[in-house]
């Protein structure tokens, strides 16, 4: 079963505007969340995280906000520039499973000039 | 090596033949762990090796799947008799340490494997 959501498949953005993605999950053992980028034929790259002791991590033009009574944490991309188009998959994991990290779909995000 | 490495970058086979995919982690990092991507889907979790041992082998679909490293650094991951569902991309990540909890991977490029 999916413990880690993101019922967006894709999002398309203006320049200059803020780019939101959201997941949702269903453990409430998880407490660490992380963004992954992916450019086509590429890996994905690390991109921020944050703790369940927070609720709010930000470095430069990303943030990422975590509301744990909801299960669900989001990404704000603000301004959005075409360079930031790409899949954006959500992960999560539980203290002493760091390394399972369980992936959301991904969005694909389009950032129009 | 700057990054984690995994070749062949796409492999194209018959039903039923077998497949090896190598990983060569980055220099240093103890943790490797194997994910695929199939089409329209997450990244899925097969196995995780700390050194050369796996603890957790949970994630592997079937047992036409083993996966195996060593020297603590090299790792192969074998499909045997390979079916249509097993085309996806056969991702290979390491961490410098295991359970550490900040749970950043490095991811290679992938494996793209396509069985018809």
């Known amino acids: 079963d999916q413990q880690v959501k993101q019922n967006s498949p894709s999002l398309s953005v203006q320049e200059g505007r803020i780019s939101i993605l959201n997941c949702d999950y269903t453990n409430s053992m998880f407490d660490y969340f992380l963004w992954y980028k992916k450019y086509p034929a590429e890996g994905p790259t690390f991109l921020i995280s944050?703790?369940?002791?927070?609720d709010k991590n930000e470095d430069g033009r990303f943030t990422v906000f975590l509301n744990k009574s909801a299960k669900h944490l989001s990404l704000h991309i603000v301004p959005s520039q075409p360079g930031d188009s790409a899949v954006y998959f959500c992960a999560a994991s539980a203290l002493g499973s760091g390394y399972a990290l369980n992936f959301g779909k991904g969005t694909s995000l389009l950032v129009t000039p | 090596g700057a990054g984690v490495s995994q070749s062949p970058s796409n492999k194209v086979t018959e039903k039923g033949k077998d497949v090896e995919l190598r990983c060569d982690p980055i220099?240093?990092?103890?943790?490797l762990y194997w994910y695929r991507q199939s089409l329209g889907q997450g990244l899925e979790f097969l196995i995780y090796f700390q050194g050369n041992s796996a603890p957790d082998k949970s994630g592997l679909p079937s047992d036409r799947f083993s996966a195996e490293r060593t020297g603590g650094s090299v790792s192969t991951l074998t499909i045997q008799r390979t079916q249509q569902e097993d085309s996806a991309v056969y991702l290979c990540a390491s961490s410098l340490l295991a359970g550490d909890n900040t749970g950043e991977l490095f991811f290679g490029e992938g494996s793209r494997l396509t069985v018809l």
């Open positions: 944050i703790s369940s002791i927070k």
């Open positions: 220099s240093g990092h103890t943790a």
